[in-house]
Antibody, heavy 123, light 110 residues
Framework: EVQLLDSGGGLVQPGGSLRLSCAASGFSFISYSMSWVRHVPGKGLQWVSVISASGLHAHYADSVKGRFTISRDNSKNTVYLQMDSLRSEDTAVYYC????????????????WGQGTLVTVSS | QSALTQPRSVSGSPGHSVTISCTGTSSDVGAYFYVSWYQRHPGKAPKLLIYNVSERPSGVPPRFSGSKSGNTASLTISGLQPEDEAEYYCCSFAGSYTVVFGGGTKLTVL
């Protein structure tokens, strides 16, 4: 059974940093690209970032480019999201999501999701 | 990229059908056959219902179906059941490795 366990959320002040983790199990982690998607209250879901299975290729939404960094450790079956220079508008539940392919390209959907971790950016 | 437009809420009686629309532009929904739909119950992980406009993953019952016409995609749920009460989100490829989601639709089963 595919399982994705998101963790690392919490309360952080504007301008602060946080690192999210997503521990994967139940599938061959090294064979699939992974993404982060967030649920912003009142605004729905927003795609944040994607990383290839190898970890060599990554892409970001314009809203987080230059502030967030996605990475993965295939020896630990874990994907990370380093979030720096956090803003109030980054407040959301963050989900890691598995993609059905090796690279960030087609097809574009997410076949499994974690349960999410809440990030609150507030002073 | 702007979010795709979904109705805030829809409702239907058990056994009946509902359709949720998802309107984008010629740069996302209208341009690609990479529309997907997700179901989200409060506090739970979202679940993939439909991918590539109309394909169903194994385990998703055939009463969930997807379609697309022009810049608008649709999710139809037939034979409504109480457990279908949830939020539903559409998603489309928008170019350059990015995807855009809809704002979400809350389905109430009366």
């Amino acid at each position: 059974e595919v399982q994705l366990l998101d963790s690392g959320g919490g309360l952080v002040q504007p301008g602060g940093s946080l690192r999210l983790s997503c521990a994967a199990s139940g599938f061959s982690f090294i064979s699939y690209s992974m993404s982060w998607v967030r649920h912003v209250p009142g605004k729905g879901l927003q795609w944040v970032s994607v990383i290839s299975a190898s970890g060599l290729h990554a892409h970001y939404a314009d809203s987080v480019k230059g502030r967030f960094t996605i990475s993965r450790d295939n020896s630990k079956n874990t994907v990370y999201l380093q979030m720096d220079s956090l803003r109030s508008e980054d407040t959301a539940v963050y989900y890691c999501a598995k993609r059905p392919v090796v690279e960030p390209g087609a097809p574009y959907y997410f076949d499994y999701w974690g349960q999410g971790t809440l990030v609150t950016v507030s002073s | 990229q702007s979010a795709l437009t979904q109705p805030r809420s829809v409702s239907g009686s058990p056994g009946h059908s509902v359709t949720i629309s998802c309107t984008g532009t010629s740069s996302d929904v209208g341009a690609y056959f990479y529309v997907s739909w997700y179901q989200r119950h409060p506090g739970k992980a979202p679940k993939l219902l439909i991918y590539n406009v109309s394909e169903r993953p194994s385990g998703v019952p055939p009463r969930f179906s997807g379609s697309k016409s022009g810049n608008t995609a649709s999710l139809t749920i037939s034979g409504l059941q109480p457990e279908d009460e949830a939020e539903y989100y559409c998603c489309s490829f928008a170019g350059s490795y990015t995807v855009v989601f809809g704002g979400g639709t809350k389905l109430t089963v009366l």
